[in-house]
């Protein structure tokens, strides 16, 4: 998703451009579910895109 898509999700049209917000949740939510948060796995950052979510090996 874009960064100005999630902003708009979550915080409405009001906060849009105030994307420093998403940046600490996102990182809050990094320590949470990533092994090593400062290389992430899970949540990854496409550059001047926005975040995707990873999608792991399937589980049998």
Known sequence: MTTQQIMR???GPG??????YLRVY???LRKK???IPN????LIN???????????????
């Open 46 to 60: 496409e550059p001047a895109v926005g975040y995707r979510l990873a999608t792991g090996p399937a589980v049998e």
């Open 39 to 42: 290389a992430p796995q899970l």
């Open 33 to 35: 579910i990533e092994s």
């Open 9 to 11: 999700e979550i915080w």
């Open 15 to 20: 906060l849009a451009n105030e994307t420093d």
């Open 26 to 28: 996102v990182t809050t």
